[in-house]
């Protein structure tokens, strides 16, 4: 034990030095800047009975168009309800904005659950990618939000998928120390020595990130030094 554990601080000391930020999520959905945009007063009750007409009236009397990009930017900021008027009314759930970003990737970067889940509800390509093919799930593992990336693995969202970096939902999870969620994924059974495109395995990026309790946590596992 104490040989391996040695090991492991060297390992750590060795690797502190080195940048590794390449292991985290590109993040293309955090470009865009907050934008004023107020988010309906309809009641609950009332949205479970709204017609598709009646959802578009509702967001043009908020001056809101009926577009993608209107869409996208109200899932981005977190407006619930609106997203869900534009659900109502027939916005297509996975569609793409100018950027490539889909509603879903927009709330999960947010930490916004509730929206995620009203997408979720309607068959949104829970796997879909930006143009440097992060998915949801790496968004919302590289942003910290831990519910939503709960929410999407219940959902099938494919832990095993990588992005243009090489990079995994648990590799990023081991980069942001993000215990709980890397305990989600490795129950499900993944390659634990799969590397990124600079080589990278899980342990290392731990160790360059001096997560003691991840580092444990992946040896525990099966992970070689």
């Known amino acids: 034990m104490f040989n391996k554990w040695f090991a492991i601080g060297l390992l750590c000391c060795a690797l502190v030095l080195t940048n590794l930020s390449a292991c985290s999520s590109n993040g293309s959905s955090s470009k865009a800047t907050a934008t004023p945009m107020p988010d309906s007063k309809i009641s609950d009750e009332a949205l479970k009975t709204l017609t598709p007409e009646a959802a578009k009236k509702e967001l043009e009397k908020l001056n809101i168009k009926f577009d993608i990009e209107s869409f996208y930017e109200n899932s981005r900021i977190g407006n619930t309800k609106n997203v869900k008027l534009f659900l109502i009314a027939g916005m297509d759930p996975g569609a793409k904005n100018k950027e490539g970003n889909t509603a879903l990737l927009a709330a999960s970067f947010g930490g916004y659950t509730e929206i995620a889940k009203s997408l979720l509800e309607k068959n949104v390509n829970v796997n879909d990618t930006d143009k ?65 495109n600079r080589k990278l395995t899980p342990l290392i990026i731990a ?19």
């Not at 693995?153 to 990023?172: H, R, T």
């Not at 360059?208 to 030094?225: D, Q, V």
């Open 207 to 225: 160790a360059g990130r001096s997560r003691l309790e991840m580092i444990k946590l992946l040896l525990e596992n099966g992970a070689n030094i």
């Open 132 to 196: 440097t093919q992060d998915t949801a799930l790496m968004v919302a593992t590289g942003t910290s939000h831990t519910d939503i990336a709960k929410v999407l693995i219940e959902k099938n969202a494919d832990y095993k998928l990588k992005n243009n970096k090489g990079n995994s939902a648990l590799m990023i999870a081991a980069d942001r120390g993000n215990i709980e969620l890397a305990k989600e994924i490795l129950k499900r059974g993944v390659n634990i020595e799969d590397c990124n």
